[in-house]
């Protein structure tokens, strides 16, 4: 997570925007006598390599007499003892398979939409027609997802391509799967049995029709023919623009070319990085790595200027065609399916539901941060005037902060008044030991156990990776959860950031109520160890890593009956809550010294380091939350007007907002930041609210369940089973309001920036 940069969703889905049929699990559980078609068998080359069982009793009487929690030793012991109920997933594929494993499951959702195609309308049944579209996305999940995953860890490139081309053809599939209008006429038949289908069936079972209904509709399929196709063709020109939008950023190489006198100050082993132009200048691309040093180091305020500016306007003429073509179609797409405009159509399908709960909601968090921005810029300024006197330029000097100069000021008064030395500090967190007590700290907080499988027996992607097999005992006996991977070091071609991957939902089988259990993976790119040093982790990515195995742990709990609900598989404006909650934990004084150890004699942080440490949490935070309220209010400006109003001049927008909002001043200069936020072009578009959205729910729950005592058992546990295990299936705030006992507020996220609620 950038603290100070755009938050990137780093929980990877496979397949964000479509219905039912993409959803990476599925599970399903008949709590009454129902009649079930046989399955469509999933014709892969490679079956899937679970076997369901039930759990199996442990031989221990001690832990089967005792209805309380057992004491974690004998847990421990009867854990290593036994062995798990289900095989980890196995990921011997050849590149052929892959291809052919991806050709024959998309052959299978094809000759189910036929089967069910062929059903007479007035003959569906919930039975014919719903069960085998379930069924098959629990069959399907689990290779589904390890096929389109090689491409991102597998060290053979033919595996990748295989897996990046098979990922290709599911999607293709997918696609065409949603459009199938006959299908959509026989789910739409059994939709009408609704209310006499909840005479019986679980609600989960409820919702997954509901969904389903809901999945087809918004994709167009209740609308007539002439309209259906106008709206398959926007759609499909917008998949376009977005990949082009995308690709310009991607594929973009320009450059600005400074000398080694104007890039004083910027550390030198990001310059030696620096290509250099044939008269000797050194280049700075606009990638991540090159540009936020200069941001932040380069002492010279024209280069810091040009660079920002030079940012903001890379791709312009290119891209800001495409997202003003892609927000009329968005508006026209939305006003088709008759919605009011985009955000409408977005916000139905989220936690948040209507852009009359959220517009407020950014509009409060505008106003009440907004003091607590002008307090960080009153405390900027100073650096700044100080700067520009030291440099000898006070005649230029202005008592305003401009947006290209808050990285630099900010980072100057952490460096200049708090004195933290971030290398230092990661001297306390060798990896192994922060890896050890993260688990630990699960185990403790939500009644888990981690269990190392030995890595002769491991089964796995590659050498270096971890598999855990993982068990709860809130119960009487130890349950297994399922199966966890953690590949945490670099290598050529992998994926470079960190992210949880989902590799396997947990869902019951239909017919006989076995159940299978899920595996997920985190990714990670932590150096590695050498025969003198240990991995060392900078504070920042500790909290990183707490994070993505926030998203992990998610994933492993759900004991949903229905894959399409497990885990991780909840509304967007949701997903980061759990994850941006165990931040917290990272924070307090007493964790921070509970996960120190220096790696050469393995002593604990000073009290005064860890002082010094917390005090920087929300140092110039108001600017960084001023900043996210103007990325979702612009997205909003974008989406909520209709097609004629689409702002014609989305530079003018973009700046006066910023001025408004984020309180940085442009100079009148005109910027096109909006060119490079992808975010808007693919999955968050009028979801960029989101972020914001989620941190105050986990604030909220954080500040009434943990802050008084973090460790609490009780609380850890009532969060699992309210959140955690209940993934998507059902409405999000259900859960929120079980652990919080009341309606959630943004009381505490203002507390916790420091601003009276
Ligand atoms: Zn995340």
Request: net charge negative.
């Amino acid at each position: 997570m950038l603290r100070h940069g755009t938050r990137v969703n780093l929980i990877l889905r496979h397949s964000p925007h479509l219905p039912p049929r993409t959803a990476p699990t599925l599970h399903r559980y008949i709590t009454t006598r129902v009649s079930v078609q046989a399955p469509a068998k999933v014709n892969c080359t490679r079956p899937t390599t679970t076997t369901t069982s039930r759990v199996p009793k442990f031989a221990s009487r001690t832990l089967a007499t005792t209805s309380t929690p057992p004491d974690l030793a004998s847990v421990i012991a009867a854990v290593k003892m036994s062995t798990p109920p289900q095989q980890p997933p196995n990921w011997k594929y050849t590149p052929e398979e892959v291809k052919k494993s991806a050709n024959d499951m998309a052959a299978s959702f094809k000759k189910l939409d036929d089967q069910i195609g062929a059903i007479p309308i007035e003959e569906a049944t919930y039975e014919n027609t719903i069960v085998p579209q379930l069924e098959l996305e629990n069959t399907t999940a689990l290779p589904r997802n390890q096929l389109t995953f090689f491409q991102h860890v597998s060290a053979d490139k033919e595996l990748r391509e295989a897996s990046a081309e098979a990922e290709k053809i599911l999607m293709d599939a997918s696609v065409e799967s949603t459009m199938r209008h006959d299908v959509f006429q026989r789910v739409e038949a059994v939709h009408k049995q609704l209310d006499e289908l909840k005479k019986t069936l679980d609600p989960e079972y409820i919702r997954a029709i509901e969904k389903m209904y809901k999945g087809y509709v918004r994709s167009g399929l209740g609308l007539p023919e002439e309209t259906r196709k106008e709206v398959e063709a926007l759609n499909k020109r917008k998949g376009e623009l977005a990949i082009k939008f995308s690709n310009n950023l991607s594929n973009d190489t320009s450059f600005l070319a400074f000398t080694a006198e104007e890039l004083e100050g910027v550390p030198k082993d990001v310059t030696d990085g620096f290509e250099k132009t044939e008269d000797g200048k050194l280049k700075m691309t606009f990638q991540y790595p090159d540009l936020f040093p200069v941001l932040r180091s380069a002492k010279n305020p024209e280069v810091r200027k040009k660079a920002f500016l030079g940012d903001q306007n890379r791709v312009k003429d290119l891209n800001t065609p495409l997202l003003k073509e892609t927000v009329e179609i968005r508006t026209k797409l939305a006003n088709l399916l008759g919605y009011r405009h985009h955000c409408d159509y977005v916000l139905e399908d989220r936690m948040a539901k209507k852009y009359e709960n959220v517009m407020p909601f950014l509009e409060d968090l505008k106003e009440r941060i907004k003091p607590q921005g002008e307090k960080d810029i009153a405390e900027l300024l100073p650096i700044k005037k100080a700067d520009y006197e030291a440099q000898g330029k006070s005649a230029d000097y202005k008592d305003v902060l401009y947006v290209w100069e808050t990285r630099y000021y900010l980072n100057k008064l952490l460096e200049d008044q708090f004195k933290i030395d971030q290398e230092k500090i990661a001297e306390y967190f060798p990896l192994q030991n922060v890896l050890d007590k993260s688990l630990a700290f699960f185990e403790n907080l939500f009644s888990l156990k981690f269990v190392e499988t030995p890595k002769d027996q491991a089964s796995t992607w590659h050498e270096d990776v971890k598999q855990y097999a993982v068990w709860k005992y809130d119960t009487a006996e130890p349950v297994f959860v399922g199966w966890f991977y953690l590949d945490l070091h670099p290598r050529p071609n992998k994926y470079g950031h960190a992210a949880n991957f989902g590799i396997g939902p947990g869902f019951t089988d239909l017919k006989d109520g076995s159940r299978t259990y899920p595996a997920t993976s985190l990714v990670c790119n932590f150096t590695k160890p050498t025969a003198e040093k240990p991995s060392l982790l900078k504070h920042s990515e500790v909290t990183t890593f707490f994070h993505e195995l926030g998203h992990g742990i998610h994933d492993l709990m759900g004991t949903t009956k229905l894959s399409r609900f497990h885990g991780t598989s909840v509304s967007w404006d949701f997903v980061e809550c759990p994850s941006q909650m165990l931040e917290f934990w990272t924070w307090e004084p007493e964790q921070i010294k509970h996960f120190s150890a220096h790696y050469k004699d393995g002593s604990k942080m000073s009290d005064e380091t860890i002082k010094s440490l917390v005090a920087t949490k929300h140092v110039c935070d108001g600017l960084h939350y001023l900043r996210q309220v103007h990325f979702a209010m612009f997205d909003f400006g974008l989406h909520n007007k209709g097609i004629k109003d689409t702002p014609a001049d989305l530079d003018k927008t973009w700046n006066d907002m910023r001025e408004e909002i984020a309180l940085v001043k442009n100079d009148g200069e005109s910027m096109a930041g909006y060119s490079t936020f992808g975010h808007i072009m693919g999955g968050y578009d009028s979801g960029y609210y989101g972020y914001l959205w989620s941190e105050v729910f986990a604030a909220d729950i954080y500040y009434t369940r943990f802050k008084d005592d973090p460790m609490s058992t009780k609380s850890g546990l009532d969060y699992r089973k309210a959140i955690l295990d209940r993934g998507g299936s059902r409405d999000e705030i259900e859960g929120l309001k079980e652990v919080l006992g009341r309606e959630p507020n943004n009381d505490a996220f203002l507390k916790e920036l420091g601003i009276a609620a």
